[in-house]
């Protein structure tokens, strides 16, 4: 079989169907760079000294930074050179990141990040990854403020994850289906492995934090008490349960062989509203999740409608396969 590079795909989708301009292509290039950089920082794993999670000297007495810091700098660095973005936020960075002038081009994005997905699992060796979304840059802004960043997730232009689990992949949405590229190591390119992802409609996986279970609301104790009843309950199956606490292994899972993935609000998280973060997290995999036929809601309404309010907004997310978030839901 004929191996097929991101770009070579990228290329063939905008000559036959049209669908991306020059500038989207390098800029998911861009992207992708960013990605491979990111994943050899994680994979040398204690080699780099850079595990920990909190600022810590190492043996020569020099400060380290950690990883969320080391991937947030990759990430802006690789993708600021090209001059696509009029500006950038970050999960790590409080206020969004101005590029700078010198760098400046034709701006017509906005790009959004989680750049270390999944933090806790670093210094156990358990996957990670790297979450993205791109909007369009309000017509006429030179120097975007939150103000511009707070668009709806069905604006979203493009959105995507890579993983660094057992092998490198990234998968990626520009709103005509889900295509998941594997990195291949020797070759340093991104080879695509998955085309049109499909996220099966039914499930009997779902993937939640128990531990949290005596503070969620009723919908979501109910749900999960009728899937542990199993067969001889209403929900008449069998259940297991998965939680790697890395969203992005998780929402991949999810991808290949179906489930449904919570992260409900409960009575710790009441006032921040959730815990995973709209923007950066919540928005980009439910663009991901929706292209491959699954579906994303807070429970009360669909993610992607949910009007921003704020650059580091958290909210409720449950996704994944269709007839089971519809289920989920209908608790509510
Ligand atoms: O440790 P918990 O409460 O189970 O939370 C796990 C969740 O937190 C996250 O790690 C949050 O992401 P960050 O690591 O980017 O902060 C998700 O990937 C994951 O689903
Ligand atoms: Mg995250
Ligand atoms: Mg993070």
Same mark, same amino acid.
């Given at each position: 079989? @004929?191996?097929?590079?991101?770009?070579?795909?990228?290329?063939? @989708?905008?000559?036959?169907?049209?669908?991306?301009?020059?500038?989207?292509?390098?800029?998911? +290039?861009?992207?992708?760079?960013?990605?491979?950089?990111?994943?050899?920082? #994680?994979?040398?794993?204690?080699?780099?000294?850079?595990?920990?999670?909190?600022?810590?000297? +190492?043996? &020569?007495?020099?400060?380290?930074? &950690?990883?969320?810091?080391?991937?947030?700098?990759?990430?802006?660095? #690789?993708?600021?050179?090209?001059?696509?973005?009029?500006?950038?936020?970050?999960?790590?960075?409080?206020?969004?990141?101005?590029?700078?002038?010198?760098?400046?081009?034709?701006?017509?994005?906005?790009?959004?990040?989680?750049?270390? *997905?999944? /933090?806790?699992?670093?210094? #156990? +060796?358990?996957?990670v990854g790297t979450i993205f979304s791109i909007l369009r840059c309000p017509e006429g802004?030179?120097?975007?403020?939150?103000? *511009?960043?707070?668009?709806?997730?069905?604006? &979203?232009?493009?959105?995507?994850?890579?993983?660094? =689990?057992?092998?490198?992949?990234?998968?990626?949405?520009?709103?005509?289906?889900?295509?998941?590229?594997?990195?291949?190591?020797?070759?340093?390119?991104?080879?695509?492995?998955?085309?049109?992802?499909?996220?099966?409609?039914?499930?009997?996986?779902?993937?939640?934090?128990?531990?949290?279970?005596?503070?969620?609301?009723?919908?979501?104790?109910?749900?999960?008490? *009728?899937?542990?009843k199993g067969t001889d309950g209403p929900r008449g199956k069998q259940f297991n349960?998965?939680?790697?606490?890395?969203?992005?292994?998780?929402?991949?899972? %999810?991808?290949?062989?179906?489930?449904?993935?919570?992260?409900?609000?409960?009575?710790?998280?009441?006032?921040? =509203?959730?815990?995973?973060?709209?923007?950066?997290?919540?928005?980009?995999?439910?663009?991901?999740?929706?292209?491959?036929?699954?579906? /994303?809601?807070?429970?009360?309404?669909? %993610?992607?409608?949910?009007?921003?309010?704020?650059?580091?907004?958290? #909210?409720?997310?449950?996704?994944?396969?269709? +007839?089971?978030? @519809?289920?989920?839901?209908?608790?509510?």
């Open positions: 079989m @004929e191996k097929q590079t991101l770009s070579q795909f990228l290329l063939d @989708e905008q000559r036959l169907r049209g669908i991306h301009d020059d500038e989207f292509v390098l800029l998911l +290039n861009d992207i992708a760079t960013a990605c491979k950089s990111i994943s050899r920082a #994680v994979c040398k794993g204690a080699l780099n000294g850079v595990m920990g999670s909190l600022e810590c000297e +190492n043996i &020569q007495g020099e400060t380290q930074k &950690q990883l969320d810091v080391i991937t947030n700098d990759i990430f802006i660095e #690789v993708n600021q050179v090209a001059g696509y973005y009029a500006g950038m936020a970050s999960e790590e960075m409080d206020a969004p990141y101005e590029i700078p002038v010198n760098l400046r081009k034709s701006g017509k994005y906005l790009l959004l990040f989680d750049p270390l *997905d999944g /933090s806790s699992n670093v210094n #156990v +060796n358990i996957s802004v030179e120097n975007p403020k939150v103000k *511009d960043y707070l668009q709806s997730g069905i604006t &979203q232009v493009c959105s995507g994850y890579a993983l660094y =689990g057992s092998s490198t992949m990234l998968v990626i949405t520009a709103g005509f289906g889900v295509n998941g590229f594997t990195l291949d190591n020797d070759v340093g390119e991104f080879y695509l492995t998955h085309l049109n992802m499909r996220v099966p409609e039914d499930t009997h996986e779902f993937a939640i934090n128990m531990s949290n279970q005596k503070s969620w609301e009723a919908p979501v104790k109910n749900y999960i008490e *009728d899937c542990l349960m998965r939680w790697v606490a890395s969203m992005v292994a998780e929402v991949h899972r %999810i991808l290949i062989r179906g489930g449904i993935f919570m992260y409900p609000v409960d009575s710790k998280l009441k006032d921040k =509203g959730g815990k995973l973060r709209l923007m950066y997290e919540a928005n980009p995999m439910s663009f991901i999740i929706e292209q491959a036929g699954g579906l /994303s809601s807070s429970g009360r309404q669909r %993610i992607v409608n949910i009007k921003p309010s704020g650059l580091h907004q958290r #909210v409720p997310v449950i996704m994944g396969s269709k +007839n089971e978030v @519809e289920m989920m839901c209908s608790y509510y």
